[in-house]
């Protein structure tokens, strides 16, 4: 098991940038599929974008709307989960959250019924 604390949200203005950071803690030794998702008021909870650690290569993925401005990374040095966040747009304002879920299957499930582990949430609010 993990436990998920996240942070980097804040206000920016329309085209700025905001990293958000996801501190996993607990057994990072196991192997997780990760993912970022979001939720404006009002509106559905989206998965935003995937990744599978504790293996080597490069497992990612991205919903359409934020491809090619979004981008998630892991640092095992540091057990830390990114979300790099670029060309903002007010239609990206919502809570954002960190998951988890533990696999041992290479790709990851971008549906939040999948994931057991849960972050706090932070808020980015992207003004026009």
């Known amino acids: 098991q993990v436990h998920l604390v996240e942070s980097g949200g804040g206000s920016v203005q329309a085209g700025g940038s905001l990293t958000l950071n996801c501190g996993v803690g607990g057994d990072t030794a196991s192997r997780y599929c990760m993912g970022w998702f979001r939720q404006a008021p009002g509106k559905q909870r989206e998965g935003v974008a995937t990744?599978?650690?504790?293996?080597?290569?490069?497992?990612?993925y991205l919903i359409y709307s934020v491809k090619g401005r979004f981008a998630i990374s892991y640092d095992n040095a540091k057990n830390t989960l990114y979300l790099q966040m670029n060309s903002l747009k007010p239609e990206d304002t919502a809570m954002y959250y960190c998951?988890?879920?533990?696999?041992?299957?290479?790709?990851?499930?971008?549906?939040?019924?999948?994931?057991?582990?849960w972050g706090q949430g932070t808020q980015v609010t992207v003004s026009s």
């Open positions: 998951a988890a879920y533990p696999t041992r299957h290479d790709f990851c499930n971008i549906g939040d019924w999948n994931y057991n582990y």
């Open positions: 990744m599978r650690t504790g293996i080597d290569g490069t497992y990612t």
